[in-house]
């Protein structure tokens, strides 16, 4: 954009200025950064509980993860295939993070976007319906004293 006229050299992003326009109306209605923030941590909560329930332990400690994106270990299953496991959700309409940060044997959720907590509890039920499929039996985690 030119600094003087204020207008753009060539054809402006009139697509990208709309979306960016509609996206900051979206985020004022939610209750702008904080009320956002509350619903990831609202998705977070939920998909860290439906996990524990299905077996699946988080990889960083919950002292010090974010409600952005959670990663888990692998069961500790000899059935488990990650592969098995990922084509699974995506034929249920769900698609996880298959890359990993580390050398963990661990895979990644993201908990933010237009997600809601019934979001995360419809991916938790393909999960559970993919673990069957693939023979896994949950094993929830003890409950902490």
Same mark, same amino acid.
């Given at each position: /954009?030119?600094?003087?006229?204020?207008?753009?050299?060539?054809?402006?992003?009139?697509?990208?200025?709309?979306?960016? *326009?509609?996206?900051?109306?979206?985020?004022?209605?939610?209750?702008? @950064?904080?009320g956002r923030a509350a619903r990831y941590g609202e998705n977070h909560a939920c998909l860290r509980?439906?996990?524990?329930? $299905?077996? !699946?332990?988080?990889? @960083?400690? %919950?002292?010090h993860q974010g409600p952005i994106i959670t990663s888990f270990l692998y069961p500790q299953d000899?059935?488990?295939? !990650?592969? +098995?496991?990922?084509?699974?959700?995506?034929? *249920?309409?769900? @698609? &996880?993070?298959?890359?990993?940060?580390?050398? =963990?044997?661990?895979?990644?959720?993201?908990? &933010?976007?237009?997600?809601?907590? +019934?979001? /995360?509890? %419809?991916? $938790?039920?393909?999960?559970? @319906?993919? /673990?069957?499929? /693939?023979? $896994?039996?949950?094993?929830? =985690?003890?409950? +902490?004293?």
């Amino acid at each position: /954009m030119d600094h003087l006229t204020g207008q753009f050299r060539f054809t402006p992003p009139t697509h990208a200025l709309l979306a960016f *326009r509609q996206a900051l109306i979206e985020l004022e209605e939610e209750g702008g @950064v904080e009320g956002r923030a509350a619903r990831y941590g609202e998705n977070h909560a939920c998909l860290r509980e439906g996990m524990a329930r $299905l077996g !699946f332990q988080e990889f @960083v400690p %919950a002292e010090h993860q974010g409600p952005i994106i959670t990663s888990f270990l692998y069961p500790q299953d000899a059935g488990f295939d !990650f592969e +098995s496991f990922y084509e699974g959700l995506n034929r *249920r309409g769900f @698609v &996880i993070y298959p890359g990993k940060v580390t050398d =963990a044997d661990c895979f990644r959720i993201g908990n &933010i976007g237009r997600l809601l907590p +019934s979001d /995360m509890e %419809a991916l $938790l039920t393909a999960i559970a @319906v993919t /673990m069957e499929e /693939m023979g $896994l039996e949950a094993q929830p =985690a003890a409950a +902490s004293e």
